[in-house]
């Protein structure tokens, strides 16, 4: 990425959140003096779950790396956190990757940490189907992030247009905030995970559709840098990888349910039994098997729904922003096909 369009990008994202940026730095300087790599992220639900399951486990250290996590407030300024250097590392929606690509930023996307979106629309009292949702307004975290490319891959797989239905997109916030201000009537549906679907409905919403029962082309989250990173070589990128699998992996096998119920519990702040089941449930869910090469064809997807908000990015090569050699050598190596025999077990 050239100094100038590096400016230009940092500049129109630091505009968003000047404060947390300076969070960032700091965090940034602390992470770097300590060796440790950090991954700045977005959304904070159960799509995060192999990444705080990778850390709190010490799945990473395994592979001789040792990273730790950043919540940002949203997508943009997640990428931002990149650009200026806060963080070496994204777990990254498709949408905000191809976003950054078309802004200038030189991405490498390696590894991706679930394809299946195991979430429900929910709305408020008084809508009762689909045809209801005309003219009414969907919470989401920002536009192009992670929470909005799960809303607009299920509206797309329902049918429902948001141009004819002239849905309107509000940004409101992470998904607890979403949750509740769908409950407090604020927003009039949304697409959320399944724990967080039963909060809604506890407080009345009501499910239009289960999005887990659609069979989508999807990728969600995944792990990305900068092609010309210091701090991120091929090497880094597979150890990297491992951790994810060992996490994916770790995530299936029956035995770890409480372990992983208290990950998710402490991580997503969740007080009642059910809500810790219901999140365990989505993080099973979500990647239940190894697929986590970089899918050209979703990814292809996904840049089609973007351009409805950003039509400039129909020009992103996508050759360039996947990276398959990680993956691929884990396949070679062995490593990744003895992961599916114990993920088979």
């Given at each position: 990425?050239g100094?100038s369009?590096?400016?230009?990008?940092v500049?129109r994202?630091?505009s968003?959140?000047?404060?947390w940026?300076?969070?960032?730095?700091?965090?940034?300087?602390?992470?770097?003096?300590?060796?440790?790599?950090?991954?700045?992220y977005?959304?904070?639900?159960?799509?995060?779950?192999?990444?705080?399951?990778?850390?709190?486990?010490?799945?990473?250290?395994?592979?001789?790396?040792?990273p730790r996590?950043?919540?940002?407030?949203?997508?943009?300024i997640?990428?931002?956190?990149?650009?200026?250097?806060?963080?070496?590392?994204?777990?990254?929606a498709p949408?905000?990757?191809?976003?950054?690509?078309?802004?200038?930023?030189?991405?490498?996307?390696?590894?991706?940490?679930?394809?299946?979106?195991p979430r429900?629309?929910?709305?408020?009292?008084?809508?009762?189907?689909?045809?209801?949702?005309?003219?009414?307004?969907?919470?989401?975290?920002?536009?192009?992030?992670?929470?909005?490319?799960?809303?607009?891959?299920?509206?797309?797989?329902?049918?429902?247009?948001?141009?004819?239905?002239?849905?309107?997109?509000?940004?409101?916030?992470?998904t607890?905030?979403?949750?509740?201000?769908?409950?407090?009537?604020?927003?009039?549906?949304?697409?959320?995970?399944?724990?967080f679907?039963?909060?809604?409905k506890?407080?009345?919403?009501?499910?239009?559709?289960d999005?887990?029962?659609?069979?989508?082309?999807?990728?969600?989250?995944?792990?990305?840098a900068?092609?010309?990173?210091?701090?991120v070589?091929?090497?880094?990128?597979?150890?990297?990888?491992?951790?994810?699998?060992?996490?994916?992996?770790?995530i299936q096998?029956?035995?770890?349910?409480?372990?992983?119920?208290d990950v998710l519990?402490?991580?997503?702040?969740l007080?009642?039994?059910?809500?810790?089941?219901?999140?365990?449930?989505?993080?099973?869910?979500?990647?239940?098997?190894?697929?986590?090469?970089?899918?050209?064809?979703?990814?292809?997807?996904?840049?089609?729904?973007?351009?409805?908000?950003?039509?400039?990015v129909?020009?992103?090569?996508?050759?360039?922003?996947?990276v398959?050699?990680a993956?691929?050598?884990?396949?070679?190596?062995?490593?990744?096909?003895?992961?599916r025999?114990r993920?088979a077990?």
């Open positions: 990425m100094s369009s590096m400016m230009r990008f500049r994202c630091l968003l959140a000047p404060v940026i300076i969070t960032i730095f700091l965090w940034g300087g602390v992470a770097r003096s300590a060796g440790d790599l950090l991954i700045a977005g959304g904070h639900n159960e799509t995060m779950a192999p990444l705080w399951v990778g850390v709190d486990k010490g799945l990473f250290r395994k592979h001789g790396v040792d996590v950043l919540q940002t407030r949203s997508g943009p997640m990428m931002a956190t990149l650009a200026s250097g806060g963080a070496p590392l994204v777990w990254a949408t905000s990757a191809i976003s950054a690509t078309q802004g200038g930023m030189k991405l490498g996307c390696f590894a991706i940490g679930n394809d299946r979106i429900e629309l929910i709305a408020r009292k008084g809508i009762e189907k689909l045809d209801d949702l005309r003219g009414k307004t969907f919470g989401v975290q920002s536009i192009g992030g992670g929470f909005w490319l799960a809303t607009m891959a299920v509206l797309d797989g329902l049918g429902v247009d948001p141009d004819k239905y002239k849905l309107n997109m509000r940004v409101i916030g992470d607890g905030t979403v949750t509740q201000a769908l409950t407090t009537g604020n927003i009039d549906a949304a697409v959320v995970p399944y724990s679907a039963d909060m809604a506890r407080a009345g919403a009501r499910s239009l559709a999005a887990g029962t659609l069979k989508l082309v999807y990728q969600g989250t995944g792990i990305c900068l092609r010309d990173s210091a701090a070589n091929n090497k880094t990128m597979i150890n990297l990888t491992k951790g994810i699998v060992e996490a994916l992996v770790y096998e029956p035995a770890n349910k409480r372990e992983v119920g519990k402490k991580h997503l702040r007080s009642r039994d059910e809500d810790v089941e219901a999140s365990y449930k989505v993080t099973r869910l979500q990647m239940p098997a190894l697929d986590i090469a970089p899918n050209p064809e979703a990814w292809r997807r996904i840049q089609r729904l973007l351009v409805r908000v950003n039509p400039k129909q020009q992103v090569d996508l050759e360039q922003l996947l398959t050699s993956v691929r050598s884990l396949e070679e190596s062995g490593f990744l096909p003895e992961m025999k993920l077990r």
